[in-house]
């Protein structure tokens, strides 16, 4: 029942995306700096399936959502050297310093049932077992444990939901609904 985390979502209103409200483009991958001479350039990866990130791929890069095809890409520590066609030498791969890297979300592949792309969980009801509403998810923190869904239940109030079985105990994509047993802190 948990989410696997794709990357961030930009958020976008009215965008003609296949589902009300799901994003069209996720982020996979944050460009840093050149490394060594062939335009090669070092991407955080922002995305928990790295393997779908392949050699001839179409990625968007940039607030402007620029189409680049990569040419090469390898696996460095927690990161990836990548290189884009048409920016052969470090001077020419200079302009992606700092630049996001996206996807379209209608290219994203399904996941196991009782999964969900984080996108998906944002802005669904959560309720308790008797049905009391107890807001919305608003966000979803990245622990190293697990993830925590942020609940805005009113102005100024918030319930931190781990996304664990004992608290998660059902999502319905098909309501947007999720049910939950709040942890009770003594």
């Not at 925590?148 to 999502?171: D, H, M, Q, R, T």
Request: negative net charge; contains cysteine; glycine residues 10%.
């Amino acid at each position: 029942m948990m989410p696997g985390r794709s990357g961030i979502p930009e958020q976008t209103n009215g965008t003609g995306s296949p589902k009300a409200g799901e994003p069209v483009f996720l982020v996979i991958g944050k460009l840093r700096r050149t490394h060594g001479v062939h335009g090669e350039i070092l991407m955080d990866i922002e995305t928990d399936f790295p393997e779908r990130i392949r050699k001839g791929q179409t990625v968007f890069v940039g607030e402007a959502k620029q189409p680049h095809t990569i040419l090469s890409l390898r696996p460095i520590d927690r990161q990836m050297l990548v290189a884009f066609e048409g920016y052969m030498d470090c001077d020419a791969a200079a302009i992606f310093r700092n630049q996001l890297v996206y996807v379209k979300a209608q290219n994203l592949p399904d996941l196991p049932t009782g999964t969900f792309y984080q996108h998906e969980v944002l802005g669904m009801l959560v309720q308790d077992e008797a049905g009391k509403e107890l807001g919305t998810v608003a966000e979803i923190l990245v622990t190293g444990a697990n993830d925590v869904y942020v609940v805005k239940a009113g102005p100024g109030e918030e319930v931190l939901l781990p996304a664990i079985k004992s608290v998660i105990l059902a999502i319905d994509p098909e309501t947007r609904t999720i049910t939950a047993r709040p942890q009770e802190w003594n």
